[in-house]
């Protein structure tokens, strides 16, 4: 029997990170989609290849990586070129984690902020969103380090979150104290072990 799949995502400084924690200490397998993304980042690589294919070569590092902060600048700043990385890199990402996934013999778990952006949704057992409001995810990336106006930026081009939340199963209210989200996960995992 194919283990149970969990797609979770929610936009940035939402509290994934920590649900993804949370459900990881419960025994699930977690994949982060950016962990991913890495590997095929690296010199020689399909997504590498991708990327100097769509921008250029100038788009990769004298060793042959994709140069992460110069392509985030592209794409958190322009919307086409964001869909044109999107539609190269996706469909990789997609298939490693399948590959994982045919091989874990407990549920697993891909965190992916586009997740349900990228068509991901229906490949889930269960979608799992976290939400907060936008001035608490604001106020936790500056407080990551990440500058004001960079993650004004990443927040808008991750929208308002209302396409997540109609694609997702459970919705997690990160609002409130880590107590509470904790409570969240817990109910949620225990949904999940009979099945």
Known sequence: MPPFRIGLTGGLASGKSTVAKLLAEAGFQVVDADEIVAELYAPGQPGAR???????ANYLDKGGAVDKPRLARLVFSDDAARGTLETAIHPLVRASFSRLATASATPIVLEATRLVEAGFAPDFDLVVTVEANPETRLERAVARGIAREEALRRLAAQGDGSERR?????????????EELRAQVEALVAEIRPR
């Open 50 to 56: 991708a990327v100097a294919e769509k921008f250029g």
């Open 166 to 178: 109609a694609a997702a199963h459970r919705v997690i209210d990160n609002n409130g104290t880590a």
